[in-house]
């Protein structure tokens, strides 16, 4: 065996060893992205309740104040923001097809009364609007509730998986 055999094995002893390490690195930078996505979707869930909370304020004082123009606008926002949550759930971090489900019906019934309202002034608006102000309702209270699930069980290195009253960790 001569030296440049010698050297040849050795060449590859060693990039075998850098290959093995590199994939080892790409498993664990693999794990921190789908960590930190994770902790994204999970604060954008957060942030989140504050502005459902405010639109179901809104909406109802805008049925109190029999306001139709204002109310028309707030259950357009609602749809947009309703969706917005339904694609949070539809990631991994907080699965939860029974908000999910409320959400959705939130969403069909905020249209029917927004189309139901066109060309109307006077109109009983909370009476127009009490299925939607109440699906609305529990959606709001269904997001704060699993918002109060992932804070509970939020470690310093992010949230375990909460959805569906299963708190099964990550």
């Not at 104040?65 to 204002?70: A, H, L, S, W």
């Given at each position: 065996?001569?030296?440049?055999d010698v050297l040849s094995i050795a060449g590859l002893a060693v990039a075998m060893w850098q290959i093995w390490r590199m994939g080892r690195i790409v498993t664990a930078t693999k794990k921190a992205v789908d960590d930190a996505t994770q902790r994204i979707g999970v604060y954008n869930l957060l942030l989140m309740v504050p502005k459902l909370s405010r639109l179901e304020h809104d909406i109802e004082n805008a049925a109190i104040?029999?306001?139709?123009?204002?109310?028309r606008r707030l259950l357009r926002e609602w749809r947009e923001a309703a969706s917005s949550l339904r694609g949070i759930l539809a990631s991994d971090h907080a699965q939860s097809s029974a908000l999910d489900a409320l959400a959705q019906e939130s969403i069909n019934l905020a249209a029917l009364a927004k189309t139901n309202l066109v060309g109307k002034?006077?109109?009983d608006l909370p009476n127009a609007t009490k299925r939607v102000r109440k699906a609305?309702?529990?959606?709001?209270?269904e997001t704060s509730m699993?918002?109060?699930q992932i804070t509970s069980t939020a470690t310093p290195f992010g949230?375990?998986?909460v959805g569906s009253g299963d708190q099964s960790s990550n």
């Open positions: 065996m001569s030296v440049g104040r029999k306001n139709v123009e204002e109310m002034e006077n109109v609305i309702e529990k959606v709001c209270l699993l918002a109060s949230a375990r998986q």
